[in-house]
Antibody, heavy 118, light 111 residues
Framework: QVLLVQSGAEVKEPGASVKVSCKTSGYIFTNYYLHWVRQAPGQGLEWVGRIRPDTGVTYYAQRFQGRVSMTMDTSISTAYMELSRLTSGDTVVYYC???????????WGQGTLVTVSS | QSALTQPASVSGSPGQSITISCTGTSSDVGGYNYVSWYQQHPGKAPKLIIYDVNNRPSGISDRFSGSKSGNTASLTISALRAEDEADYYCNSYTSGNTLAIFGGGTKLTVL
C-alpha cells in the first residue's frame, strides 16, 4: 500500500533551519509529484510547495521563496523540505502529500511538528 | 493571495444532508476543474474525499459528493453520521502566485 512516513518532531531556536524528510513506499516515486503542506495549531492548511521527482523541478509558494528548499533522493524514494530563518510563526505541523500533478493530494504523511522556541 | 472562502462551521443532525461552499475566483475555482476536498479529524492528517470537482477516490462513501458553479464549489454530505464530524477543506489549482490554494476550513458538527 502507499505510505508516506515523515521524520519526527523537531524543536528549533529562532533563526535556525529545519529539514523534514518524507519516505515513500508502495508506488513508483518518480510517477507522482510530492507536495508539502503546513498547518499552524488550530488553523487551516497552507500549501508550501512541491517537487517533481522525475525532474527535480520545484515550485514554491511566493511567501516561502528564498527560505524553503525541497530536494529528494530517488534511490531511497525520499523527499526533503528544509526551511531556514525560522520564526515563532513557523511553529506548525508539516505534511508531505503525494500529488497527481498539481491537481490533488491523494496520500498524506502523518505530519511533523516543528516547534520554534528560544 | 487570499484563501478560498468557506463557512467557519456547519451543523446537522444524523440522517440529514449538509452542504459546504467554497468560493474563489476565476483564477482558481472558476478557471479549472481541479477542486478537491479533504476531511480532517482532530490530530490526524487530511484525507482526500473528492477530487476534480466531483470524483470520489476508491473507498470513499457515495454519501460524499461535489459540484461546482462558476467560482463556487460545494461539498454535500448526505445521511449524516456521527463519524462525519470533522474539519473539511477545499483546495483548488490556481494560476496565482502559488500552485494550490486551500479554503480556510469548515468545522462540521453532527448534533
Amino acid at each position: 500500500q502507499v505510505l508516506l512516513v515523515q521524520s519526527g518532531a523537531e524543536v528549533k531556536e529562532p533563526g535556525a533551519s529545519v529539514k523534514v524528510s518524507c519516505k515513500t513506499s508502495g508506488y513508483i516515486f518518480t510517477n507522482y509529484y510530492l507536495h508539502w503542506v503546513r498547518q499552524a495549531p488550530g488553523q487551516g492548511l497552507e500549501w508550501v510547495g512541491r517537487i517533481r521527482p522525475d525532474t527535480g523541478v520545484t515550485y514554491y509558494a511566493q511567501r516561502f521563496q528564498g527560505r524553503v528548499s525541497m530536494t529528494m533522493d530517488t534511490s531511497i524514494s525520499t523527499a526533503y523540505m528544509e526551511l531556514s530563518r525560522l520564526t515563532s510563526g513557523d511553529t506548525v505541523v508539516y505534511y508531505c502529500a503525494r500529488g497527481l500533478y498539481d491537481r490533488y493530494f491523494d496520500f498524506w504523511g502523518q505530519g511533523t511538528l516543528v516547534t520554534v522556541s528560544s | 493571495q487570499s484563501a478560498l472562502t468557506q463557512p467557519a462551521s456547519v451543523s446537522g443532525s444524523p440522517g440529514q444532508s449538509i452542504t459546504i461552499s467554497c468560493t474563489g475566483t476565476s483564477s482558481d475555482v472558476g478557471g479549472y476543474n481541479y477542486v478537491s476536498w479533504y476531511q480532517q479529524h482532530p490530530g490526524k492528517a487530511p484525507k482526500l474525499i473528492i477530487y476534480d470537482v466531483n470524483n470520489r477516490p476508491s473507498g470513499i462513501s457515495d454519501r460524499f459528493s461535489g459540484s461546482k458553479s462558476g467560482n463556487t464549489a460545494s461539498l454535500t454530505i448526505s445521511a449524516l453520521r456521527a463519524e462525519d464530524e470533522a474539519d473539511y477543506y477545499c483546495n483548488s489549482y490556481t494560476s496565482g502566485n502559488t500552485l494550490a490554494i486551500f479554503g480556510g476550513g469548515t468545522k462540521l458538527t453532527v448534533l
